[in-house]
């Protein structure tokens, strides 16, 4: 049997090699990278640019195709190597024949990644000289020197990153950590190394702001709105607010002039993934840091706050805060004690409030017939009047807020902080003799060592309860503090020192309230144009201070109840 042997009229795609081409120029092209702009001037990034440009021009086989340079970026990932993608792209689109760069490692440190790149441009029939390793992508042995080669670089990038960490923790230990403020609201890097926090005036009156209005009734959603509705922009200088944004602001405890470090961590050096800390690595706490946009109890009774409306959103019928209408969850029904809902007629000839059981007869499954509810519907107009009515009534209850002031700082905030405190002390009492006993060698767990962990359990338990109940009065005193506010300005319009002779008499009830002066001077709102004459009576319906100052109004048979957030109710009429 003969065998004709055809011979091979192409070559086979990804063989090409320098001299297939004959006297044809091979294109070169070079790429450049520096992860950091710390580097020796000889791998800069200038200087490797520099270098290869003069290095291709100077070789008459070879034909310039440029030089692709990244500059500060990591080589553990090639998605975000802008450079090194376009060049990626120019392979493909036939304008490379060979790359040179200085080594694998500033090709890449991902093992995979190297890889792929490598076959893929193999593939093309474009091959990579590695300088360094003295390695060509198109040669036999190519291949596998550059997995081996690559796989250290992998291994050496995650020395590198763990050797980092441990460097920045270190820093954490003594109080020095990284400080990122690239869009962060009120604070700026400041010091002779920008090694500290300061504050940036007219964002942190911003800042101030949020705090007050959320201590308002305000909910971060209503923030946001307002905010965007204002066009101020975003610490990421966008134009929109986001409730989240808001949330992280509240929460952030720099802005009380503490420092907590490594909330975040890097999960993985390859992929750059940034996690929240949830107990994964120690965290680092530096009291007093620097100086505080807010004082530390407003900071922590907004922090109670969001606590107890947290809770009270689990709660039927109780005010969901967030809603655009100002009286949307304030009406309640006098007899049922359900929220009133907005009805608004079909043809908008009227608009008005009703108990869903209002009275009608309803007919059950089994046909039985069931009285409704006796409320009446309210008409929107007469609602809004009995607000403004119930407004006009505050200033003759002036007496009784300042004694009600008085009240809780002298008994129940001062009552709970000394339970807190005796609470505290026997948890630490506690803790400190269960250390003691779980420290010793036993066999299976003491009747004592029970005892402990359920008395612990208890102490917790009152703990919570506590800290919600100063929440509770906490709020209420600063609700108090911004009705007193609210009447200064009213009566200021007409009378001065009536204003005067009030804050005095503060003074004199309450010396302990001035603890936020500060804060509130800086912050004072100032009820928008219309809203009150000039003899400082309201006249218009105003949402803003419906939201900031009412708790509820509830429908009576005759009239209406209105009470406030400052904890008084008055009754006002048709």
Same mark, same amino acid.
């Given at each position: 049997?003969?065998?004709?042997?055809?011979?091979?009229?192409?070559?086979?795609?990804?063989?090409? +090699?320098?001299?297939?081409?004959?006297?044809?120029?091979?294109?070169?092209?070079?790429?450049?990278?520096?992860?950091?702009?710390?580097?020796?001037?000889?791998?800069?990034?200038?200087?490797?640019?520099?270098?290869?440009?003069?290095?291709?021009?100077?070789?008459?086989?070879?034909?310039?195709?440029?030089?692709?340079?990244?500059?500060?970026?990591?080589?553990?990932?090639?998605?975000?190597?802008?450079?090194?993608?376009?060049?990626?792209?120019?392979?493909?689109?036939?304008?490379?024949?060979?790359?040179?760069?200085?080594?694998?490692?500033?090709?890449?440190?991902?093992?995979?990644?190297?890889?792929?790149?490598?076959?893929?441009?193999?593939?093309?029939?474009?091959?990579? &000289?590695?300088?360094?390793?003295?390695?060509?992508?198109?040669?036999?042995?190519?291949?596998?020197?550059?997995?081996?080669?690559?796989?250290?670089?992998?291994?050496?990038?995650?020395?590198?990153? !763990?050797?980092?960490?441990?460097?920045?923790?270190?820093?954490?230990?003594?109080?020095?950590?990284?400080?990122?403020?690239?869009?962060?609201?009120?604070?700026?890097?400041?010091?002779?190394?920008?090694?500290?926090?300061?504050?940036?005036?007219?964002?942190?009156?911003?800042?101030?702001?949020?705090?007050?209005?959320?201590?308002?009734?305000?909910?971060?959603?209503?923030?946001?709105?307002?905010?965007?509705?204002?066009?101020?922009?975003?610490?990421?200088?966008?134009?929109?607010?986001?409730?989240?944004?808001?949330?992280?602001?509240?929460?952030?405890?720099?802005?009380?002039?503490?420092?907590?470090?490594?909330?975040?961590?890097?999960?993985?050096?390859?992929?750059?993934?940034?996690?929240?800390?949830?107990?994964?690595?120690?965290?680092?706490?530096? $009291?007093?840091?620097?100086?505080?946009?807010?004082?530390?109890?407003?900071?922590?009774?907004?922090?109670?706050?969001?606590?107890?409306?947290?809770?009270?959103?689990?709660?039927?019928?109780?005010?969901?805060?967030?809603?655009?209408?100002?009286?949307?969850?304030?009406?309640?029904?006098?007899?049922?004690?359900?929220?009133?809902?907005?009805?608004?007629?079909?043809?908008?000839?009227?608009?008005?409030? !009703?108990?869903?059981?209002?009275?009608?007869?309803?007919?059950?499954?089994? !046909?039985?017939?069931?009285?409704?509810?006796?409320?009446?519907?309210?008409?929107?107009?007469?609602?809004?009047?009995?607000?403004?009515?119930?407004?006009?009534?505050?200033?003759?209850?002036?007496?009784?807020?300042?004694?009600?002031?008085?009240?809780?700082?002298?008994?129940?905030?001062?009552?709970?902080?000394?339970?807190?405190?005796?609470?505290?002390?026997?948890?630490?009492?506690?803790?400190?003799?269960?250390?003691?006993?779980?420290?010793?060698?036993?066999?299976?767990?003491?009747?004592?060592?029970?005892?402990?962990?359920?008395?612990?359990?208890?102490?917790?338990?009152?703990?919570?309860?506590?800290?919600?109940?100063?929440?509770?009065?906490?709020? !209420?005193?600063?609700?108090?503090?911004?009705? &007193?506010?609210?009447?200064?300005?009213?009566?200021?319009?007409?009378?001065?020192?009536?204003?005067?002779?009030?804050?005095?008499?503060?003074?004199?009830?309450?010396?302990?309230?001035?603890?936020?002066?500060?804060?509130?001077?800086?912050?004072?709102?100032?009820?928008?144009?219309?809203?009150?004459?000039?003899?400082?009576?309201?006249?218009?319906?105003?949402?803003?201070?419906?939201?900031?100052?009412?708790?509820?109004?509830? +429908?009576?048979? $005759?009239?209406?109840?209105?009470?406030?957030?400052?904890?008084?109710?008055?009754?006002?009429?048709?």
């Amino acid at each position: 049997m003969a065998v004709q042997i055809i011979k091979a009229t192409k070559q086979p795609q990804g063989t090409v +090699v320098a001299a297939d081409r004959g006297k044809e120029k091979i294109r070169v092209c070079a790429y450049a990278r520096i992860s950091t702009d710390s580097d020796a001037q000889e791998t800069s990034y200038e200087a490797q640019c520099r270098h290869y440009t003069d290095y291709i021009m100077d070789n008459p086989e070879w034909e310039f195709a440029g030089v692709y340079a990244d500059e500060g970026i990591s080589g553990t990932s090639t998605k975000n190597r802008e450079q090194f993608l376009k060049m990626i792209h120019d392979c493909e689109a036939g304008q490379i024949d060979m790359i040179l760069t200085k080594s694998i490692s500033r090709w890449a440190r991902n093992t995979v990644d190297s890889l792929r790149t490598i076959r893929k441009l193999k593939d093309l029939g474009v091959g990579v &000289l590695f300088e360094k390793e003295n390695i060509f992508t198109l040669d036999a042995k190519g291949e596998v020197l550059i997995t081996i080669m690559s796989s250290i670089a992998q291994q050496e990038s995650d020395s590198i990153s !763990r050797n980092v960490r441990l460097g920045i923790q270190y820093l954490m230990q003594q109080g020095k950590g990284r400080l990122n403020t690239r869009q962060f609201l009120g604070l700026t890097k400041g010091g002779e190394h920008n090694d500290t926090l300061e504050i940036v005036p007219g964002e942190a009156d911003l800042v101030r702001r949020i705090y007050r209005e959320y201590l308002e009734g305000f909910s971060p959603g209503m923030i946001a709105r307002r905010l965007t509705q204002e066009k101020i922009p975003t610490p990421a200088g966008k134009v929109t607010w986001y409730q989240s944004t808001i949330v992280s602001i509240l929460e952030n405890e720099k802005y009380c002039g503490d420092l907590l470090m490594q909330k975040y961590y890097v999960e993985d050096f390859l992929t750059h993934r940034i996690v929240r800390n949830t107990g994964q690595l120690p965290q680092y706490f530096v $009291e007093d840091n620097h100086e505080p946009i807010v004082p530390k109890k407003i900071f922590y009774q907004v922090q109670g706050e969001m606590q107890r409306r947290s809770l009270l959103k689990r709660e039927a019928g109780k005010l969901r805060f967030g809603s655009a209408d100002a009286l949307k969850g304030r009406l309640v029904c006098g007899c049922c004690g359900r929220i009133l809902k907005r009805y608004i007629h079909p043809d908008h000839k009227y608009t008005d409030w !009703r108990c869903r059981y209002r009275a009608y007869e309803k007919r059950s499954m089994t !046909r039985e017939v069931s009285p409704g509810c006796p409320c009446r519907n309210v008409p929107e107009a007469d609602a809004r009047n009995a607000v403004i009515s119930a407004f006009n009534k505050l200033p003759t209850l002036r007496d009784r807020l300042i004694r009600m002031q008085g009240s809780l700082w002298n008994g129940d905030l001062k009552r709970i902080d000394v339970m807190l405190e005796h609470n505290r002390e026997q948890r630490k009492r506690m803790d400190s003799r269960l250390e003691q006993l779980l420290a010793e060698p036993q066999m299976e767990e003491s009747d004592e060592i029970r005892f402990l962990r359920n008395e612990i359990g208890q102490l917790e338990t009152e703990r919570i309860s506590l800290v919600l109940e100063r929440a509770e009065a906490a709020n !209420r005193e600063i609700h108090i503090r911004l009705a &007193l506010e609210l009447l200064e300005t009213m009566k200021a319009l007409h009378d001065a020192p009536y204003g005067l002779k009030m804050r005095k008499n503060v003074e004199e009830e309450s010396p302990a309230c001035h603890e936020y002066d500060e804060f509130f001077s800086r912050t004072k709102y100032i009820p928008e144009e219309g809203v009150l004459d000039r003899h400082g009576w309201m006249v218009t319906f105003s949402d803003d201070l419906v939201v900031r100052y009412l708790e509820n109004m509830t +429908v009576l048979e $005759e009239g209406y109840e209105v009470k406030f957030k400052c904890g008084l109710s008055v009754r006002t009429g048709l």
